[in-house]
T-cell receptor
């Protein structure tokens, strides 16, 4: 069984401030972990993925995430927020093997960027 | 762009009518998925396919059926639509590197 918890359904930051979106996972087997972004009325776009090659993962648009096994966390960060980062962000987990590689999503975090 | 299209993009239908949503891919991927997105729930898996004529249920499969007669097409059918099936439906494919790529979505309203 696997699950994802995203702490904070809404996060607000000032432009230029650090962005931190939290994700904790539960998985009975080694996981793949993903962050997706969804802009209004659009589909989901892959930001980055963890597949056990490196614990610090860099993605698109200046985002990165660090896999911490001891904390079962995969938090998403960006050093300096931009207005264009305003969107909904989803963390997702899938098993390393088997199970159809089904993705289990968190409930999402809406990021607001203020001037 | 993962070459995924969904049709229709918007549909309004009445309770009790059958509805079929289509997902089409151009890259010949083995795995395809149907999700629904609802506020406060994120995306939830309805059904998935791991090859032609090979499908399995996801966590919210009740009231839905799927078919895959060709690699490129994955159909989702609501046999008798209900208001609780009003949602945005996303199709996805899985690449060999394990990440999933999503189509643009279908907004379905059941009145």
């Amino acid at each position: 069984a696997q699950s994802v918890t995203q702490l904070g359904s809404h996060v607000s930051v000032s432009e230029g401030a650090l962005v931190l979106l939290r994700c904790n996972y539960s998985s009975s087997v080694p996981p793949y972990l993903f962050w997706y972004v969804q802009y209004p009325n659009q589909g989901l776009q892959l930001l980055l993925k963890y597949t056990s090659a490196a614990t610090l993962v860099k993605g698109i648009n200046g985002f990165e995430a660090e896999f911490k096994k001891s904390e079962t966390s995969f938090h998403l960060t960006k050093p300096s927020a931009h207005m264009s980062d305003a969107a909904e962000y989803f963390c997702a987990v899938s098993p390393f093997t088997g199970g159809g590689n089904k993705l289990t999503f968190g409930t999402g975090t809406q990021l607001k960027v203020e001037l | 762009d993962a070459g995924i299209t969904q049709s229709p993009r918007h549909k309004v239908t009445e309770t009790g009518t059958p509805v079929t949503l289509r997902c089409h891919q151009t890259e010949n991927h083995r795995y395809m998925y149907w999700y629904r997105q609802d506020p406060g729930h994120g995306l939830r898996l309805i059904h998935y396919s791991y090859g032609v004529k090979d499908t399995d249920k996801g966590e919210v499969s009740d009231g839905y059926s799927v078919s895959r007669s060709k690699t490129e097409d994955f159909l989702l059918t609501l046999e008798s639509a209900t208001s609780s099936q009003t949602s945005v439906y996303f199709c996805a494919i899985r690449r060999e590197s394990h990440e999933q790529y999503f189509g643009p979505g279908t907004r379905l309203t059941v009145t």
